[in-house]
């Protein structure tokens, strides 16, 4: 896509404008206020560029929002919400002053331009998605938020379809519906590195309920795709419980 040469211009006291295309001569003066007739409502932002596929696990990819060109008043705010099995790890304007915040779990992500008298939206905005190992094995077609001010647009991301995980137990029926028994285990595989034992019975996989092999072989494990990580809880034979975390190979 060719673009209009643009650059980052002081407009009043300090305030950062993005310009891109041409603005009045007196507004691309250091120093110079942006005249009232180039500050317009903003329009509607543009959508993204293209949609993501996303594998889970995999690497991050790119989400680019073209620019509006919109000359807008005062403090601009971008606000951006993952779609549900995705997180943020990465977003980028060409914009050295504006403040970038992103939630510790990639939910959200937000950024502010300095505060002014006026600045232009006109360089793209790019974020970067990366999808959950735990994303559901079917995959599917997922939604955010990208949002201007009050203007926004959605955020989609395509996962694909996941590997069955392979968790390395041979289970049998626990007495009295109590579980399913390991019978067996593949050697270091992800239930013995997780250090589950033979004899040890398994009463609940990813937070739910486990009564027996059949429980376990076709109900839970069949759901949950290689890569993702998932707690499980087991009774050792004398009688203590406990709960590990284990990643299906």
């Keep these: 896509m060719r673009r209009s040469v643009r650059s ?16 009045p001569a007196a507004a691309t003066e250091p120093g110079a206020a942006v005249p009232a007739a180039a500050v317009r409502a903003p329009e509607r932002l543009q959508p993204q560029e293209s949609i993501p596929e996303l594998d889970a696990p995999g690497d991050a990819q790119e989400v680019v929002y073209g620019p509006d060109y919109v000359t807008r008043p005062s403090q601009g705010t971008f606000s951006v919400t993952a779609p549900q099995y995705t997180r943020i790890t990465r977003l980028d304007f060409d914009c050295p002053p504006c403040t970038v915040a992103l939630a510790a ?3 959200t992500a937000t950024m502010r331009t300095p505060q002014g008298k006026g600045w232009r939206f006109g360089t793209p905005i790019r974020i970067w998605l990366k999808a959950d190992p735990n994303t559901p094995m079917a995959g599917g077609r997922y ?3 990208f949002r201007l001010d009050s203007d ?35 050697p270091d595989g992800p239930a013995d590195d997780a250090g589950i034992r033979v004899g040890d019975v398994i009463t609940s996989f990813n937070n739910t309920p486990v009564t027996s092999a059949a429980d376990l072989r076709g109900a839970r494990i069949d759901k949950v795709r290689s890569g993702a990580t998932v707690p499980v809880t087991y009774k050792r034979p004398s009688g203590t419980t406990r709960t590990v975390q284990v990643t299906l190979d």
């Excluded at 980052?8 to 603005?23: N, P, S």
């Design 8 to 23: 980052w211009t002081l407009l009043g006291a300090g305030v950062c404008a993005l310009l891109a295309g041409a603005l």
């Design 105 to 107: 779990d990639g939910s």
């Design 143 to 145: 939604r955010g938020t």
């Design 152 to 186: 926004q647009q959605p955020l989609v991301a395509d996962i694909t379809e996941g590997d069955q995980g392979f968790f390395g137990v041979q289970p049998e029926d626990a007495p009295g519906r109590g579980g399913a028994l390991v019978g067996g285990l593949t």
